[in-house]
């Protein structure tokens, strides 16, 4: 790199291979130089917010809830290594150390954005010296394909290639000839689909996925300084993307009155979005989400009944297909919900049902249909026999038994009325829908509809997800968990409402199941309470009391803090380490924000609970999860390859089971027998990287402090 006092080269775009052609001095950025550089800025500089009228940076986005925080570091890092970050309201360029000197971005981001940074100023050679360009540290291994990907997309799409020994933007043609990119990278950069599973960027106003071209296609300029900008309208988020207020007004879901609440300011996005009116349209009300052996408490995901042989597949296919129909396949241990393609990836279904869930899963993305071109909602894919139509009967079924139709082309829910105005239903169909019963009971084989089949489950008071239960001593055992909760008990809560004066709900009506399962209520009082309502011994009304007199208390004493991996961790902890800045810190003492909320960041989140390590062994043909140590009893791992992943763990943080996706302290795997004796020493040792090796300087020095104080003073008996 050059010093400071060097005139710093201009960047240079080749736009054949003879002809070149001075573009702006993004190499400014690298070299640590401030520029009023306006317009000169070619990257998505911030966000222009519609119903201010004003322009904002991407990070002051993000700590407003503007944008998430995935969206908002992924810009910021395409910032970062397309030449440097921008304060769309100033234009001025700069390198990431004194965008956090200035604090256009935290400091908990900056390791990050310094990654990202060396995209420009290269990447150290580790097998020869010297800098390395981004395409060469990709193919080294120096940074990961997917990252590194990225930001040769975002490099292209905003004037070049960078490369840092030369010090200027290169296009591809000649990028080809000089090692800093290859004919076939180009190719995949160039013809790749960003989707969930192949992530590009986000677009928040739609949800689409897009390339950084794409979505840099869509941005407006700032007024005063012309940078790019991407526009944010009043959004909302669904489990298919993200509708605008227009859209719910027009569907039914939102009256006059909120919308004006919500252009004028005086209601707030995360405010509606948590009616459970609206949410019904926006999230769903949940499927079933696995099966239940009682009374011992265990729950099983539909695939892993089947392969344990306590559901026949004729039974979990329809199960299954219903929760892809409604985007909520669930791993029944974490309550993690996964499309048809990470759900096989993940080994929560096997690979012989990918084809039959992707095609129930097009209920929810829409059916391409051959002769208009277009996608169309599951109804009409029936109507033109693209879809077997009791198949379609069955997965309308489940629709509108969990919050209504889904609109593949307004990504969202709707209700009857507008499922019958927008042709995403018609009366004849609804008649047949409502007569259907498609999905069978595995304890009585009762052939049911699916709120039928619904009105049969019982509620996990942990996580809020409904199991069907399968009532066989032999299979349950022992009672070993809490006791969950039966439909009933579920539907009066839900129909009996009352008022709090704090917290998420504050002066609005909200049913007694929500405050039921609202975070301040621990889950053993929440099984408690609940079974208490559904003995008689207390009533609605002393329930609501109860609920509130909680909540109330909670939010009096509330002392925000953050899980650590081995205790909880203090806000001014994290300030004083440097995880969060200052103004982040007082928005959290204030109650602006939350632990939850904060604690989701991805650098937050990362010093936190850390970022993995390996878990366990998947087998291919059979998707059964292994322990490591039960790897190794099977002969499917060395002792010594064990030891060392074993070891790993602990100095991570936890030992893991993979079957049950539980973490537990050594001293805990070995009581659950995740591990054995032979291994316990060791390990412990392993895991004192994360709590802490005692100091034999310490030890020592308060051995001979006792010794002294026995001498001087008489003590009766020996030492």
Known sequence: MMNGHSSPPLDVLATNGTELTIVPETTKAMLGTSTSSGPQAKSITGVFVEASSQAQSLYAAMKQGLLSSELGLALLEAQAATGGLVDPTQGHLLSVSEAVQQGLVGLGLKERLLAAEQAVTGYPDPYGGGKLALFQAIGKEVIGRAQGYSWLEAQLATGGLADPIRGGRVAPELACQQG???????????????????????????????????????????????????????????????????????????????????????????????????????????????????????????????????????TALPLLEAQAATCTLVDPGTGQRLQVDEAVRSGLLGPELHGQLLVAEQAVTGYHDPFSGTRVPLFQAMKKELVDRSLALRLLDAQL??????????????????????????????RC??????????????????????????????????????????????????????????????????????????????????????????????????????EGTISAEELAAALRAILEHAAATAKTTFAGLRGPVMPAELLEAGIIEQDMYERLEQGQTTAQEVGRLDPVQKYLEGTGCVAGLLLPSSQERLSIYEARGRGLLRHGTALILLEAQAATGFILNPKENKRYSVEEALRAGLIGPDVFAKLLSAERAVTGYTDPGQWLFGFFLVAVLCAVVPCEGSV
């Open 433 to 534: 829908v409502s007569r259907a019963t498609g999905f069978s009971d595995p304890s009585t084989q009762e052939s049911l509809g699916y709120g039928q089949l619904m009105a049969r489950c019982v509620t996990d008071p942990e996580t809020g997800l409904a199991f069907l239960p399968l009532s066989n001593g032999t299979l349950g055992g022992e009672p070993q968990g809490l006791p969950f909760i039966d439909h009933s008990t579920r539907q009066t809560l839900s129909e009996a409402t009352t008022t709090i004066s704090v917290g998420q709900f504050q002066g609005q009506p909200v049913s007694l199941w929500e405050l039921l399962f609202s975070e301040p209520i621990p889950a053993e009082q929440r099984a408690a309470l609940a079974q208490r309502h559904q």
């Open 180 to 314: 800093l990119l290859d004919q076939e990278t180009w190719r995949v950069l160039a013809e790749r689909k960003p989707s969930s599973s192949s992530p590009g960027f986000q677009d928040p106003n739609t949800g689409e996925w897009l390339s950084y071209g794409g979505l840099l296609g869509r941005c407006v300029r700032a007024p005063g300084t012309g940078l790019a900008v991407l526009p944010l309208r009043t959004t909302f988020h669904t489990l298919c993307g993200a509708v605008s207020l227009a859209e719910l007004q027009e569907a039914g879901i939102l009256d006059g009155e909120t919308a004006r609440g919500l252009r004028e300011g005086k209601l707030s996005v995360s405010d509606v979005s948590a009616r459970a009116a609206v949410r019904r349209y926006l999230q769903g009300t949940g499927s079933v989400a696995g099966v239940v052996l009682l009374p011992a408490g265990r729950k099983k995901s539909f695939f892993q009944a089947v392969t344990e042989h306590l559901l026949p597949m004729a």
């Open 401 to 430: 038994a969990t919050g209504g139709l889904v609109c593949p082309a307004r990504r969202l829910r709707l209700p009857l009325e507008g499922a019958l105005r927008f042709g995403c239903l018609d009366e004849e169909t609804r």
